[in-house]
């Protein structure tokens, strides 16, 4: 598509209901980033896959969070249990190069606003 | 560790003021600078980027210089206008601690033009 596709656009869950955000990058973007951002907050890294390899999860805030991108497009940010203080909007972001030779310019979908009651 | 300090909002001016948003940051490396901008309901989207010192970002008014002596990166525009309107980011892309490069955010100012 024309730009990065993040759904849910909204998603209320019940504390301890997993959950499930999907992203559709840009075609052929070999990078994929998602990011947390609270309310008022700055987005804070997460995870980021280069093609299919998830090559880093350290911002993943426990192991409820799991990320996985199977064939090097799609991906899927998965929250098992969920909690209260997982309410944020989870963002993904594509850019077309690998870690080598980029400015690491970002590009970003509208992001899944997560509500955990 | 790499970070980005901004100064907090909300910023409230009249519209054709002239605007300035802070932004130094800590880097490892040397990073890539840039300004996200987020209108009201919408994504991240890039307004500008410098990719080496002393460079200058511009676009739609809105300029910023890549300062490496003073780590700053601060975001100007001679004459706001109302659809200017948003949260601005700055943000950094370096190679940090873990080998990765990624962006790191700062945590966003909230600019507001009155007509």
């Known amino acids: 598509g024309a730009g990065v596709s993040q759904s849910p656009r909204y998603k209320v869950a019940k504390r301890g209901q997993d959950v499930a955000l999907r992203c559709d990058p840009i075609?052929?973007?070999?990078?994929l980033f998602w990011y947390q951002q609270a309310l008022g907050q700055g987005p804070e890294f997460l995870t980021y896959?280069?093609?299919?390899?998830?090559?880093?999860k350290s911002g993943l805030p426990s192991d409820r969070f799991f990320a996985e991108r199977p064939e090097g497009s799609v991906s899927t940010l998965k929250i098992q249990r969920t909690q209260q203080e997982d309410s944020a909007v989870y963002l993904c972001?594509?850019?077309?190069?690998?870690?080598?030779?980029?400015?690491?310019?970002?590009?970003f979908g509208e992001g899944s606003r997560l509500t955990v009651l | 560790g790499n970070s980005v300090t901004q100064m907090e909002g909300p910023v409230t001016l009249s519209e054709e003021a002239f605007l300035t948003i802070n932004c130094t940051y800590t880097?490892?490396?040397?990073?890539?600078l840039f300004w996200y901008v987020q209108y009201p309901g919408e994504g991240l989207q890039l307004l500008l980027k410098?990719?080496?010192?002393?460079d200058k970002g511009s676009n739609k008014g809105f300029e910023a210089t890549y300062r490496k002596e003073t780590t700053s990166f601060h975001l100007e525009k001679g004459s706001v206008q109302v659809s200017d309107s948003a949260v601005y980011f700055c943000?950094?892309?370096?190679?940090?601690?873990?080998?990765?490069?990624?962006?790191?955010f700062g945590s966003g100012t909230r600019l507001q033009v009155q007509p």
């Open positions: 972001a594509s850019s077309p190069l690998g870690v080598a030779g980029d400015t690491g310019e970002l590009f």
């Open positions: 075609s052929g973007h070999v990078s």
């Open positions: 896959f280069q093609n299919e390899a998830q090559l880093d």
């Open positions: 880097a490892t490396g040397y990073p890539s």
């Open positions: 410098a990719t080496k010192a002393d």
């Open positions: 943000a950094l892309s370096d190679y940090g601690d873990t080998g990765r490069r990624a962006l790191t």
